[in-house]
């Protein structure tokens, strides 16, 4: 090999590696040199082989058979770039194990040359990121080979290549030359020798390009790495940019020993202000949610490759410490971020199953009771990131809503929770349905509530079913549903039937209901309530607003019959006990229906009552007149 400013390509005499690139004529004779290194002499034939540095043909069999190199990637693009690196690896391995005119390496070129061309056609320009042990496309690992003495991507790092990319129309003899070059770097190099990035800048190539920086060595070659030539030279900042290009190397890559032999005095040296913010920034909690989510996603990156050692199991605790982090700084905007990130990423098809527990980990009970206590007291809107998180909880939220619900009962809580599942869509009608007949009184409002939001129809005919014998929150609730659904007879029927219902809210519900729709069959029942439970201690509001619901129900039998409760025809019936009450409700009637006889009656209660239906009486004649029914009694 040439030394210097020599090209590789000026050399005399033809190189007989390169040489094989050429059809030789049938019949020629092969004046190949002897093995050039130690590692190709060695190197056994395969089992049932010729001599591997013999001239005649390979066996059928391929000689990297039990090579450890495999094709990786999993897009179309990453396996096609796979098969193509891997053709070139064993291309410019099967340098050192064979002579040039020998057919196998004839059936290397034309893989290597089947593979790059099919890539560079279908998928356009090889772009790619060189890392010690692999090659990356796009964020996919599309080479991977450990192995230093065999890995194209070590040969490639160590020289200091980084990135590599091939365009569509690069030519055949590009391709053979950089493969001439990558066979010779595989020999090993001595400190005499050009380095890769010396060899592909001396080629010129015209459609390959390459972006490098210095380059290592591992402990164990015989080459010093640093040029101290070049560190003189830049004096402290050579050997801090020799310290930086160090700590950029991968964790376990071989760097050269740094040199500690220089004696320097101890002195203060002042921190520009750009540091000074940076170690601040660092330091406080501002950029640490970021940091967590950042940290996060280089992880499951990790994880996700199949061709990392990391397992996502290993993983799970520092996610789940991100995940409690993140939770008691309320941050739901991280939270997303980072559920966007576990969905985007491509998991290994082993991990499918633990991908949904990580999902789930960051929306589990826990997790989504504390982001729901978080809302504002009294708000009225859903936080648009507690949305999307739920969104994309695996399967359905449901479920899981439903459970906070039971234990999250703030009215807030109840109403984020009630927001979400109608969120949820049509399609859990039926489970909810089902969940009203199973749930406690209160949680089953609540989900009443819901049903009748996305499908009100149903939830009109459940809250019909529910409107009676019912926990009052529940009655409550449906009787809401149905003020707002279509009015039938049988709706009416049931609302006159909860006249008589325990719970003093649910009867002047169903009342004022009785009262809008003014059917006058319903006037039986009402007076009737009336009549049969004067004598017992019906507070005064039910009293009045029954005497009201008779009046707007059916006015002229109303005034008949307040006019009997005033003026009772039999003696008896004075002094029957409940006469106070239907002589209160007769005053409050009478003072919403115009004309003499209404004021004339409710100054006949008044005379000889007691105080406090006198102080009643004395307001409904007030209401009387202005509601404007009075009629001057002094002209």
Same mark, same amino acid.
């Given at each position: 090999?040439?030394?210097?400013?020599?090209?590789?390509?000026?050399?005399?005499?033809?190189? @007989?590696?390169? %040489?094989?690139?050429?059809?030789?004529? =049938?019949? /020629? !004779? +092969?004046?190949? #040199?002897?093995?050039? *290194?130690? &590692?190709?002499?060695?190197?056994?034939? @395969?089992?049932? %082989?010729?001599?591997?540095?013999?001239? =005649?043909? /390979? !066996? +059928?069999?391929? #000689?990297?058979?039990? *090579?450890? &190199?495999?094709?990786?990637?999993?897009?179309?693009?990453?396996?096609?770039?796979?098969?193509?690196?891997?053709?070139?690896?064993?291309?410019?391995?099967?340098?050192?194990?064979? &002579?040039?005119?020998?057919?196998?390496?004839?059936?290397?070129?034309?893989?290597?040359?089947?593979?790059?061309?099919?890539?560079?056609?279908?998928?356009?320009?090889?772009?790619?990121?060189?890392?010690?042990?692999?090659?990356?496309?796009?964020?996919?690992?599309?080479?991977?080979?450990?192995?230093?003495?065999?890995?194209?991507?070590?040969?490639?790092?160590?020289?200091?290549?980084?990135?590599?990319?091939?365009?569509?129309?690069?030519?055949?003899?590009?391709?053979?030359?950089?493969?001439?070059?990558?066979?010779?770097?595989?020999?090993?190099?001595?400190?005499?020798?050009?380095?890769?990035?010396?060899?592909?800048?001396?080629?010129?190539?015209?459609?390959?390009?390459?972006?490098?920086?210095?380059?290592?060595?591992?402990?164990?070659?015989?080459?010093?790495?640093?040029?101290?030539?070049?560190?003189?030279?830049?004096?402290?900042?050579?050997?801090?940019?020799?310290?930086?290009?160090?700590?950029?190397?991968?964790?376990?890559?071989?760097?050269?020993?740094?040199?500690?032999?220089?004696?320097?005095?101890?002195?203060?040296?002042?921190?520009?202000?750009?540091?000074?913010?940076?170690?601040?920034?660092?330091?406080?909690?501002?950029?640490?949610?970021?940091?967590?989510?950042?940290?996060?996603?280089?992880?499951?990156?990790?994880?996700?490759?199949?061709?990392?050692?990391?397992?996502?199991?290993?993983?799970?605790?520092?996610?789940?410490?991100?995940?409690?982090?993140?939770?008691?700084?309320?941050?739901?905007?991280?939270?997303?971020?980072?559920?966007?990130?576990?969905?985007?990423?491509?998991?290994?098809?082993?991990?499918?199953?633990?991908?949904?527990?990580?999902?789930?980990?960051?929306?589990?009970?826990?997790?989504?009771?504390?982001?729901?206590?978080?809302?504002?007291?009294?708000?009225?809107?859903?936080?648009?990131?507690?949305?999307?998180?739920?969104?994309?909880?695996?399967?359905?939220?449901?479920?899981?809503?439903?459970?906070?619900?039971?234990?999250?009962?703030?009215?807030?809580?109840?109403?984020?929770?009630?927001?979400?599942?109608?969120?949820?869509?049509?399609?859990?009608?039926?489970?909810?349905?089902?969940?009203?007949?199973?749930?406690?009184?209160?949680?089953?409002?609540?989900?009443?509530?819901?049903?009748?939001?996305?499908?009100?129809?149903?939830?009109?005919?459940?809250?019909?079913?529910?409107?009676?014998?019912?926990?009052?929150?529940?009655?409550?609730?449906?009787?809401?549903?149905?003020?707002?659904?279509?009015?039938?007879?049988?709706?009416?029927?049931?609302?006159?039937?909860?006249?008589?219902?325990?719970?003093?809210?649910?009867?002047?519900?169903?009342?004022?209901?009785?009262?809008?729709?003014?059917?006058?069959?319903?006037?039986?029942?009402?007076?009737?309530?009336?009549?049969?439970?004067?004598?017992?201690?019906?507070?005064?509001?039910?009293?009045?607003?029954?005497?009201?619901?008779?009046?707007?129900?059916?006015?002229?039998?109303?005034?008949?019959?307040?006019?009997?409760?005033?003026?009772?025809?039999?003696?008896?019936?004075?002094?029957?006990?409940?006469?106070?009450?239907?002589?209160?409700?007769?005053?409050?009637?009478?003072?919403?229906?115009?004309?003499?006889?209404?004021?004339?009656?409710?100054?006949?209660?008044?005379?000889?009552?007691?105080?406090?239906?006198?102080?009643?009486?004395?307001?409904?004649?007030?209401?009387?007149?202005?509601?404007?029914?009075?009629?001057?009694?002094?002209?």
């Amino acid at each position: 090999m040439t030394t210097g400013d020599e090209s590789i390509w000026d050399t005399e005499d033809e190189d @007989p590696y390169l %040489a094989a690139l050429e059809e030789p004529e =049938e019949g /020629a !004779p +092969s004046d190949a #040199p002897p093995p050039r *290194d130690e &590692e190709a002499a060695e190197s056994p034939p @395969p089992d049932g %082989a010729d001599d591997p540095f013999s001239s =005649e043909p /390979a !066996p +059928s069999r391929d #000689p990297f058979e039990d *090579d450890d &190199e495999e094709a990786v990637g999993t897009s179309d693009s990453g396996k096609s770039a796979s098969d193509a690196l891997v053709a070139l690896g064993r291309a410019a391995r099967s340098y050192l194990l064979y &002579e040039p005119d020998n057919e196998a390496i004839r059936l290397f070129l034309d893989d290597l040359r089947t593979k790059f061309r099919f890539y560079l056609d279908t998928f356009g320009t090889l772009k790619l990121v060189i890392r010690p042990w692999e090659m990356v496309l796009g964020g996919e690992v599309v080479y991977l080979n450990r192995d230093r003495e065999r890995s194209l991507s070590f040969r490639l790092f160590r020289d200091g290549v980084r990135r590599l990319s091939i365009r569509p129309e690069v030519e055949w003899d590009e391709i053979t030359q950089l493969l001439g070059i990558l066979s010779i770097r595989y020999v090993g190099v001595r400190q005499q020798e050009d380095d890769i990035v010396t060899l592909l800048w001396k080629a010129g190539f015209k459609n390959i390009e390459v972006d490098s920086v210095e380059g290592f060595v591992p402990e164990d070659d015989e080459t010093e790495v640093v040029d101290e030539a070049l560190l003189s030279e830049l004096g402290d900042e050579g050997h801090g940019a020799a310290g930086g290009m160090i700590g950029a190397a991968p964790e376990g890559f071989d760097v050269p020993w740094p040199d500690y032999t220089k004696r320097v005095p101890l002195a203060w040296k002042p921190i520009n202000e750009e540091r000074l913010q940076a170690a601040a920034r660092e330091d406080s909690n501002v950029e640490l949610p970021a940091q967590c989510v950042q940290l996060l996603r280089e992880i499951l990156e990790v994880a996700c490759n199949s061709v990392e050692p990391l397992e996502l199991e290993e993983a799970t605790p520092i996610l789940r410490e991100i995940r409690d982090f993140l939770l008691s700084e309320g941050l739901l905007s991280s939270l997303l971020e980072v559920m966007q990130i576990i969905n985007a990423l491509p998991f290994r098809e082993k991990d499918l199953e633990r991908k949904q527990d990580l999902l789930g980990a960051f929306t589990d009970e826990r997790a989504l009771s504390r982001i729901i206590r978080s809302v504002p007291a009294g708000s009225r809107e859903v936080p648009v990131e507690l949305q999307a998180l739920v969104d994309s909880i695996p399967g359905s939220a449901v479920p899981l809503l439903l459970s906070i619900m039971r234990k999250e009962r703030t009215n807030t809580a109840r109403w984020v929770c009630r927001t979400l599942i109608a969120g949820a869509g049509l399609q859990h009608a039926d489970s909810l349905a089902q969940a009203i007949h199973e749930e406690d009184p209160a949680v089953a409002a609540d989900i009443l509530q819901v049903l009748a939001q996305i499908d009100p129809e149903r939830g009109a005919h459940v809250a019909l079913d529910m409107v009676r014998g019912a926990d009052v929150a529940v009655q409550l609730q449906s009787l809401a549903i149905i003020e707002n659904a279509a009015y039938s007879p049988e709706v009416g029927q049931r609302l006159a039937r909860l006249l008589v219902e325990s719970s003093l809210e649910v009867r002047m519900r169903a009342l004022r209901m009785l009262e809008q729709h003014q059917e006058r069959w319903a006037f039986h029942a009402v007076s009737s309530r009336l009549r049969r439970n004067a004598s017992r201690d019906l507070e005064a509001r039910e009293v009045d607003a029954l005497a009201l619901a008779m009046v707007r129900i059916w006015e002229e039998r109303a005034l008949h019959t307040f006019v009997g409760w005033v003026k009772p025809r039999r003696l008896l019936s004075r002094v029957l006990s409940g006469q106070a009450t239907l002589r209160r409700a007769a005053a409050t009637g009478l003072s919403y229906i115009p004309g003499d006889r209404s004021e004339e009656c409710i100054r006949v209660v008044a005379k000889g009552a007691s105080e406090e239906l006198h102080k009643h009486c004395m307001q409904c004649l007030v209401r009387h007149r202005r509601l404007g029914v009075r009629v001057d009694h002094d002209g």
